[in-house]
């Protein structure tokens, strides 16, 4: 970088920054800011005021928007998440560039803003997501896998880039050898699917132990009636959330890492932080996994239960030396950051136009006015 530039990274408000437990997108908001921070940029973060960072931290509310909600102090996410976008609206000229992590449903917002605005998109795109981005081609948007930007509508395409997760590989250490178990690590809900990974470990003969919790209602109901029945404390364990010590514990701890995925995944940091801990991935061919995970090199990819059951033993004969150098290579925060500045230099600077959309429903809105001032009322 030539320059330092102006930052405003705008966090989702459900968890703090960075998360105490669960929450991918505030980490990767996290080592974002603090690797931007380190060098140079002059970086405000918005988000909970409970967050933490080396940057400036601006925030509506004292407590992540879940706290509050456990605490019967809030009932709505958007009207907190409107706030804060307001906030940095208001302060858009102070900055060079705005990454916003809130999602499509804010890309709207860019026209009001003095400084451009770049959307990284965490999740699976919606039929609303793809509305938005059809009626606003010209929102600059990032995805994180390739196969995301499959469903990036054609028209919005020109202006969507790729940067996949990265996590601090420093942070996790390498197992010596393999684990003795199976490790499951995420949301307890049917679209993560933990009752799979509980079959691929019966298959293999292996014990498992489960972390994460369910999130919502829906999955409640599923892990209660699925999940919890098979729980014995032998064969499968489970532990609950996890915080980031724990977590590396028990991926350092794995023979392999169990990611059965059933719905929509756009990334799946779980992954990642199993290889840096240099424990391989057992994945579900759906959505991401396989650009995430290198077949016979970081995990495998198999698109059966029987088929990833049987690929255990194979699992277990990785090199975890090479499962965590080869996703360092693919996956550091420090490429991350490399990847994000290369975007940012892109677009900062860049003179602000209302897209075409706008455009054409301002000149229908001012017709239209015009044509009213000539009528009498009856």
Not at 120 to 145: C, F, G, K, M, N
Not at 256 to 264: H, K, S, T, V, Y
Not at 346 to 355: K, L, V, Y
Request: with cysteine; hydrophobic share 40%.
């Amino acid at each position: 970088m030539n320059r330092p530039l102006r930052i405003a990274q705008i966090a989702p408000l459900w968890m703090s920054v960075p998360p105490a437990t669960y929450g991918g997108t505030e980490l990767v908001v996290h080592l974002l800011t603090e690797e931007l921070v380190a060098r140079g940029h002059e970086v405000t973060l918005f988000a909970p005021g409970n967050s933490k960072t080396s940057g400036h931290l601006r925030s509506v509310q004292p407590i992540s928007v879940a706290e509050a909600m456990e605490r019967g102090e809030a009932y709505e996410y958007v009207h907190y998440a409107n706030a804060i976008m307001a906030e940095v609206l208001n302060a858009s000229r102070d900055f060079d560039v705005i990454h916003s992590h809130l999602g499509c449903s804010y890309a709207p917002f860019a026209i009001a803003s003095a400084a451009p605005v770049l959307h990284t998109l965490h999740t699976a795109l919606s039929v609303d997501d793809q509305w938005v981005l059809t009626r606003y081609p010209q929102t600059e948007i990032t995805v994180i896998s390739h196969v995301q930007a499959g469903a990036v509508p054609r028209a919005t395409s020109g202006h969507c880039r790729v940067v996949h997760h990265g996590i601090d590989f420093s942070t996790f250490e390498l197992a010596s050898r393999s684990g003795e178990y199976l490790a499951f690590l995420g949301r307890m809900g049917p679209q993560k699917s933990p009752v799979d990974a509980i079959r691929i470990a019966g298959l293999a003969g292996m014990p498992i132990v489960l972390a994460g919790s369910p999130q919502n209602a829906e999955e409640k109901a599923y892990f209660a009636r699925e999940v919890q029945p098979l729980i014995d404390g032998n064969r499968v364990s489970y532990i609950g959330s996890v915080g980031p010590d724990a977590k590396r514990d028990l991926l350092r701890r794995a023979a392999a890492l169990l990611f059965p995925i059933r719905g929509n995944e756009a990334f799946g940091l779980a992954m990642i932080e199993a290889m840096a801990c240099g424990t391989p991935v057992l994945a579900l061919r759906h959505s991401s996994t396989p650009e995430i995970v290198d077949d016979g090199i970081t995990g495998f990819v198999g698109t059966t239960i029987e088929a990833l059951a049987g690929k255990a033993a194979d699992a277990l004969g990785l090199d975890r030396q090479q499962v965590r150098r080869h996703a360092e290579g693919r996956f550091s925060h420090l490429r991350m950051a490399n990847d994000y500045l290369n975007v940012y230099e892109s677009i900062a600077g860049r003179a602000h136009t209302p897209p075409p959309a706008m455009q054409v429903a301002t000149q229908r809105s001012a017709a239209d006015g015009h044509g009213q001032q000539g009528r009498r009322l009856p």
